[in-house]
């Protein structure tokens, strides 16, 4: 009889086990592919306003780009001959004193210009004078590079 109320006791515990299952060992990727589109949808959304400035038709050249780890003090010069700083239009007059402030008057500070092919040289020459006077003497040119090389 003990044998039997042993069998017993064995079966009733089995029944209030759940089956065991094995481990799931797939990847569930839905989580991963909504946030990847969520990202798609945001750099979709935000690439075109990264891009900033005055349209300008730079010459070409064959001169090798300038690396630089700082922001850069962009003047544009566009085929109209209004001038840009930053992608701002200002005053030919004000260009001096918003120059010094954007440099904290670190005068070794490099200024870039870029001037459009079709704007009269004379001009980029003045813009380059006031740049100048107002004591940066580190001008950088800036041009396109040519198709072939």
């Known amino acids: 009889m003990a044998a ?3 069998r017993e006791l064995s ?8 089956p065991r299952r094995a481990p799931l060992a797939e990847i569930n990727v ?8 969520v990202l798609l ?6 690439a075109p306003m990264l891009i900033v400035g005055v349209p300008v038709d730079l010459p070409e050249t064959r001169a090798s780009p300038v690396e630089s780890r700082q922001e850069l003090i962009v003047v544009t010069i566009n085929d109209t001959g209004s001038v840009f700083l930053r992608g701002k239009k200002v005053d030919f ?3 001096a004193p918003k120059l010094s402030a954007l440099a904290d008057n ?3 500070t490099r200024i870039y210009v870029r001037g459009d092919k079709a704007v009269n040289y004379g001009r ?4 380059m004078e006031v740049i100048g006077a107002a004591g940066f003497h580190r ?5 396109e590079p040519k198709a072939g090389g």
Do not use: N, Q, Y
Not at 11 to 18: E, L, V
């Open 41 to 46: 949808i945001v750099f979709m959304i935000t």
């Open 139 to 143: 001008i950088v040119l800036i041009t």
């Open 124 to 127: 980029i020459m003045d813009v």
């Open 4 to 6: 039997g109320a042993f």
């Open 106 to 108: 670190d005068r070794e």
């Open 93 to 95: 007059d004000g260009l």
């Open 11 to 18: 079966d009733s515990s089995r029944r209030g086990r759940r």
């Open 30 to 37: 839905t989580p991963f592919v909504d946030v990847m589109l």
